[in-house]
């Protein structure tokens, strides 16, 4: 069954400890993405990666690192610098086709801090 | 750089009714169009996309939108709401030419009433 898979689906953080976040993908799709969902706010781009073992920075990566060593992985790590992580992340993936390129999004992790 | 306004946060439907959601956007050239759709807790679940060609296009669910260049809109529509399309809806923008950033719009919540 193709899909996106998060997780966990809750994770509590502890102040000064970095956490991390998974996104895993077997639908093949060469470029994936994370997102902060804040009330009111709609999306914003955290990190998105368009190949193996290369990243760019969206509008807020302060505090946030990212690795792409497969395909298929994607993970999130928000670090003791990001001062506000309470947010709701999600983690998409996307196919081209042509030049026309649609993302499909994962269930999300909700990130508290204790 | 493109841009999205959703200018209605909440909107309130009976069930049976009609319902359309606003979606303007800012762009200098010919976008690329969607409608997502996020229940409570979970991900974002594409409804519709628009490419090119027919600027009527259909979706899952029922869910119709509407690109008017003239007007930078692209609407999304539904002829009779059901109890289960409350959920909070999105509109995004992207850019032709590869894996380029998305922007997504602020959300439109939607509750319906029996």
């Known amino acids: 069954d193709g899909g996106i898979t998060q997780s966990p689906k809750y994770l509590f953080r502890k102040e000064g400890q970095n956490v991390t976040l998974s996104c895993e993908q077997n639908?093949?799709?060469?470029?994936m993405y994370w997102y902060r969902q804040d009330p009111g706010q709609g999306l914003r781009l955290i990190y998105y990666?368009?190949?193996?073992?290369?990243?760019q920075k969206g509008d807020i990566a302060e505090g946030y690192s990212v690795s792409r060593e497969k395909k298929e992985s994607f993970p999130l790590t928000v670090t003791s610098a990001q001062k506000n992580p309470t947010a709701f992340y999600l983690c998409a993936s996307s196919i081209r086709d042509r030049d026309q390129e649609t993302q499909y999004f994962g269930p999300g992790t909700r990130l508290l801090v204790l | 750089a493109q841009s999205v306004t959703q200018p209605d946060i909440h909107i309130t439907v009976s069930e049976g009714a009609s319902l359309e959601l606003r979606c303007n956007y800012s762009y200098g050239a010919t976008p690329y169009l969607f409608w997502y759709v996020q229940s409570p807790g979970q991900g974002l679940q594409l409804l519709l996309k628009y490419f090119s060609g027919d600027t009527l296009v259909q979706g899952i669910k029922g869910f119709e939108a509407e690109f008017k260049r003239s007007q930078s809109s692209f609407n999304l529509r539904k002829p009779s709401v059901h109890w289960s399309d409350a959920a909070e809806y999105f509109c995004a923008v992207g850019r032709p030419g590869g894996y380029q950033k998305v922007t997504f719009g602020t959300g439109t919540k939607l509750q319906v009433i029996p």
């Open positions: 639908l093949n799709h060469d470029a």
């Open positions: 990666s368009q190949i193996v073992n290369d990243f």
